[in-house]
Nanobody, 121 residues
């Protein structure tokens, strides 16, 4: 599975960004998709996950109510809409796939290269 994330950039606190992750190499609807992030000097952490057909979603407490994960299986793409961004959201955001629905980082098998999100105060 190949994953290509895009949509990162520089935004002021309170602003919004939408990340996209395009997948190829396997039937997209068979893949559980997740977003993770890694801030400078910190461990990679879970952000959000969506089940194969979008019926189930999960979020880290730190982003709940501000971020929304969604997917379009016809376009082989998963999205992360990020609203009311905070400086502490600054990180490299990566998408990944897992064989079953989970928020556990270690269960995600294929990873994209990441896209940098910088939130200025």
């Amino acid at each position: 599975v190949q994953l290509q994330a895009s949509g990162g950039g520089l935004v002021q606190a309170g602003g919004s960004l939408r990340l996209s992750c395009a997948a190829s190499g396997r039937t997209f609807s068979t893949l559980v998709m997740g977003w993770f992030r890694q801030a400078p000097g910190k461990e990679r952490e879970f952000v959000a996950a969506v089940s194969r057909y979008g019926g189930d979603t999960s979020y880290a407490d730190s982003v709940k109510g501000r971020f929304t994960i969604s997917r379009d299986n016809a376009k082989n793409t998963v999205y992360l809409q990020m609203d009311r961004l905070k400086p502490e959201d600054t990180a490299i955001y990566s998408c990944a796939t897992a064989p079953t629905y989970t928020i556990m980082l270690k269960s995600y098998v294929y990873w994209g290269q990441g896209t940098l999100v910088t939130v200025s105060s």
